[in-house]
């Protein structure tokens, strides 16, 4: 058995992508692929509504936010999920992450598959100066709703982050073609330094999204994160759109674009994509 994952990533601010990841458990959603069947002009038509009225509500929450907390010089790296696949993809992972993944990185994707996954995860975090510790379980077989919920706890010493991030999440595939999903998501950030303890983010935030499935093998992915503001550039107000295309059960590419919308004076933004090859 042979997995290869290639990707190439650019971008600025606080989405850059961490170094050091680790991940270990008992998914192999990671390496599959979701199949679908061509679709009907008729049912393209009336996804394009439902399509409209998710990205309606999904994008209204994340306007209004407060002034930028910080300049691009000041600003910490965000406290989001990086998989391994994910960085070795070039963050090019979204439209085709199931199960686990996508429970950090696309609500929707909770309802593909057909499966019951649990798995553990180690990350190291420079910007941290520490590791994090986390869990999580989905499931997508029982029903056709699809649920998951995961935590991670952030572990360092003197001037490291302390904390938790956990998520819930749901989804439901309307068709074979068309699911969409929702995760709430509360996170306690501080860093203890001298004696003195500083919050970096607190609180409950949403992520959503949509997955379209058009014919068998390609994806597309659209999502909006953190559309609850929390006023911290370690949990920034986000939207994202992604690709997917099998090219063959073995050979997979994947494309993301990801905008912060919240942390700088103007939005700025993470592309990425990347090549898999399964032997």
């Known amino acids: 058995f042979f997995h290869a994952v290639v990707g190439v990533t650019?971008?600025?601010?606080?989405?850059?992508?961490?170094?050091?990841?680790?991940?270990?458990?008992?998914?192999?959603?990671?390496?599959?692929?979701?199949?679908?069947?061509?679709?009907?002009?008729?049912?393209?038509?009336?996804?394009?509504?439902?399509?409209s009225a998710v990205a309606m509500l999904v994008?209204?929450?994340?306007?209004?936010?407060?002034?930028?907390?910080?300049?691009?010089?000041q600003c910490g790296e965000a406290a989001?999920?990086?998989?391994?696949?994910?960085?070795?993809?070039?963050?090019?992972l979204r439209a085709s992450s199931i199960s686990t993944s996508a429970l950090a990185y696309s609500p929707a994707g909770?309802?593909?598959g057909r499966l019951y996954h649990i798995e553990g995860s180690v990350d190291y975090i420079p910007?941290?100066?520490?590791?994090?510790l986390g869990a999580g379980v989905v499931d997508s077989s029982t029903t056709q709703?699809?649920?998951?919920?995961?935590?991670?706890?952030?572990?360092?010493?003197?001037?490291?982050?302390?904390?938790?991030?956990?998520?819930?999440?749901?989804?439901?595939?309307?068709?074979?073609?068309?699911?969409?999903?929702?995760?709430?998501?509360?996170?306690?950030?501080s860093r203890d330094e001298g004696g003195e303890s500083s919050t970096?983010?607190?609180?409950?935030?949403?992520d959503a999204s949509f997955r379209i499935m058009p014919t068998a093998g390609f994806q597309i992915d659209m999502a909006a994160y953190n559309f609850v503001?929390?006023?911290?550039?370690?949990?920034?107000?986000?939207?994202?759109?992604a690709v997917a295309f099998g090219v063959t059960d073995a050979l997979s590419l994947g494309a993301d674009l990801i905008l912060d919308t919240s942390t700088f004076a103007k939005v700025e933004f993470l592309t990425g994509g990347g090549i898999e090859f399964l032997a």
């Open 80 to 92: 989001a999920t990086e998989s391994a696949r994910g960085m070795g993809l070039g963050t090019g």
């Open 127 to 132: 910007d941290a100066q520490g590791v994090a």
């Open 200 to 206: 970096f983010a607190h609180g409950f935030t949403m």
């Open 229 to 241: 503001p929390r006023d911290s550039e370690y949990i920034p107000v986000g939207l994202g759109t």
């Open 110 to 112: 909770l309802a593909l």
């Open 10 to 51: 650019h971008g600025s601010g606080i989405l850059a992508v961490r170094e050091d990841a680790a991940t270990f458990g008992t998914s192999t959603t990671e390496v599959g692929r979701v199949h679908t069947h061509p679709t009907r002009s008729a049912e393209l038509r009336e996804l394009l509504v439902v399509v």
């Open 59 to 73: 994008v209204a929450p994340s306007t209004g936010h407060a002034d930028p907390p910080c300049s691009s010089a």
């Open 145 to 189: 709703l699809g649920a998951g919920v995961g935590v991670r706890g952030f572990l360092s010493g003197e001037g490291g982050w302390g904390g938790v991030d956990g998520r819930i999440g749901l989804a439901f595939p309307f068709s074979e073609m068309f699911a969409v999903g929702v995760a709430g998501r509360y996170i306690t950030l």
